[in-house]
């Protein structure tokens, strides 16, 4: 886990100071990397790189970047490709290994494979590769954005960054984006490549980068589909979920220093501290609780969690004073608002686990593929009555029965005004329409923006794009729909906000759940099993 930066000519034309261009990137996101840092620049001046390191495998020198390969490749990287052992065995025909670093597989891979050696990396990265013999630039980013990766055109001028503050000296002007922002204001978050600095944008998800021949290609390399098995059952999917979601953890603790897990008390990060134990003895957890108000003190559970694999629980108490202290420093490194209030405690826990270890696992990903929000009890909730009123309940798509779905519906109690606003208007509407009212949080901005001067209807049309992309869903369940949107707009803003509150420490965070074959697999499974009689991540 690292921080990356460089710049580039696109039309390979000398960078006036290029030296002092990367060291100030570098400055600007040492926090990501404590262990080292480095910079390497091309004789004619026209590229360079900036690595800011965080030592997590391979402690080595051996293992510093910005690395130059045998073949004369140059790359900085960010992230852990966790198969890196199996890579290493399988490329070792082609490529003399001098470390014992996943960086350099990377590296192995590119000279095997050229760019599809995407399909061979498994974990988390982001990363520039600098083809000598072709005079080529090629950057990619994780399947599920678990990474960052902005950039900026300028002229002639590539820039890219870990973060966006490392390009902002570069730009002539700050503005903000607009139709970002709109997009902002709705769903607190953005849905697709722009970012709320005009001129900045970011590597989407499962996307690849070239920059040759005076020209900038971007391409998918990854996508989910879902293609339901329908021949398989419940035991089944439970079965090799098992042993999918054992295999992930076992990669995702593979490391030369010690690794934690955030431990919440829910249902996904008290899976990964129990399956975790079972491969590592005394899994140290990590817990933040708020005591100054009664129902929100939720330590008792992490503390059960924890108990049941005898580990040790590390709890800090988040105080409002706390949040005086720190907030400058969490909007610092955010760079810009996304995903709600919730890097304030994640900051404040990630602080807490950095005292003890560099690395530590989450649960990010179980609520967006397995359906942990109560929004989408909701929307059934709503299906399933107009289902009984039309007679439809039993005309293929899968909808939840008001009868089955009864005895899950207690845990709305807390969302009844969620429900009163949700029901106001359109019911029985379509289930983009619907779906929309759901997740957007404009309503309570009302008074506070102009409206007018924000393009709102094309902010619906986006995300119509992607609820309804039949590449994706297609006609499947309603659940699938919701679940994909989330997994393909929100997940990114979570994990933007996971990554920047534990780089901020100098803590690598891991996300098991966010294994491709996971995920893969997932889109399989029928959403009257995923989403059994309305409960939520059934599965999990």
């Known amino acids: 886990m690292c921080g990356i930066a460089g710049c580039f000519d696109i039309k390979n034309n000398k960078i006036p100071n290029i030296k002092k261009r990367l060291e100030l990137m570098s400055k600007m996101i040492r926090h990501r990397g404590p262990d080292g840092n480095g910079v390497w620049v091309d004789q004619n001046q026209r590229i360079g790189f900036a690595h800011r390191r965080l030592s997590i495998i391979d402690l080595t020198s051996l293992a510093s970047q910005p690395m130059v390969g045998q ?102 002007e700050i503005r903000t984006n607009k139709e970002a922002l709109s997009e902002y204001l709705t769903f607190q978050y953005t849905i697709g490549e722009k970012t709320l ?3 900045i944008r970011q590597l989407l998800p499962g996307h690849a980068l070239s920059v040759e021949n005076g020209k900038v290609n971007i391409w998918r390399y990854w996508d989910v589909h879902y293609e339901i098995d329908y021949k398989n059952d419940h035991n089944y999917f439970k079965e090799k979920l098992k042993d999918l979601v054992d295999d992930s953890i076992r990669m995702h603790l593979r490391s ?70 720190c907030v400058n420093d969490v909007i610092y490194h955010l760079d810009f608002p996304v995903a709600g209030p919730g890097s304030f405690p994640q900051y404040m826990v990630s602080k807490l686990a950095a005292e003890h270890l560099k690395v530590v696992l989450g649960g990010q990903g179980g609520d967006e593929i397995f359906g942990g929000y109560a929004r989408y009890v909701i929307a059934y909730l709503e299906q399933s009555l107009n289902a009984a009123i039309e007679g439809t ?133 029928p959403a009257n099993i995923k989403f059994e009689d309305g409960n939520m991540k059934h599965m999990l």
């Open 71 to 172: 073949n004369g490749n140059i790359i900085t990287y960010n992230g852990e490709i966790y198969n890196y052992k199996e890579l290493q065995a399988s490329l070792s025909n082609s490529w003399k290994f001098k470390s014992d670093s996943d960086t350099e597989t990377i590296h192995a891979a590119y000279q095997k494979y050229g760019t599809n050696c995407l399909d061979h990396l498994r974990g988390m990265f982001s990363f520039a590769l600098w083809d000598e013999k072709k005079q080529s630039l090629f950057c990619a980013r994780d399947r599920f954005g678990i990474k960052p990766f902005y950039y900026c055109q300028l002229g002639d001028r590539f820039y890219f960054a870990s973060e966006a503050k490392a390009l902002l000296p570069f730009l002539d």
């Open 197 to 199: 600095f005009s001129g």
């Open 256 to 325: 030369d220093v010690e690794v934690g897990s955030y431990v919440s008390g829910g249902i996904d990060s008290s899976l990964l501290l129990n399956k975790a134990s079972e491969f590592n003895e005394n899994v140290k957890g990590f817990h933040g609780r708020f005591t100054d108000y009664p129902g929100y003190d939720e330590s008792e559970y992490a503390q059960s969690a924890s108990d049941l694999v005898d580990g040790s629980l590390h709890i800090i108490d988040v105080k409002a004073e706390d949040f005086i202290e």
């Open 393 to 525: 309940y039993k005309d293929g798509n899968y909808v939840v029965t008001i009868e089955s779905i009864i005895p899950n519906l207690g845990l709305l109690k807390e969302y009844k005004p969620l429900i009163k606003q949700f029901w106001r208007e359109g019911l029985f509407e379509s289930m983009d329409k619907r779906y929309f009212r759901l997740v957007d949080r404009s309503n309570d901005m009302q008074d506070e923006v102009i409206w007018d001067e924000l393009n709102t209807r094309k902010v619906f049309n986006d995300f119509e794009k992607i609820f309804n992309n039949p590449s994706n869903v297609g006609h499947e369940a309603y659940f699938d729909k919701m679940t994909h949107f989330d997994f393909k707009c929100l997940l990114p803003a979570l994990l933007q906000v996971e990554d920047r509150m534990s780089m901020a420490h100098g803590l690598e965070s891991r996300v098991p759940l966010l294994d491709h074959p996971i995920i893969e697999f997932a889109a399989t499974i």
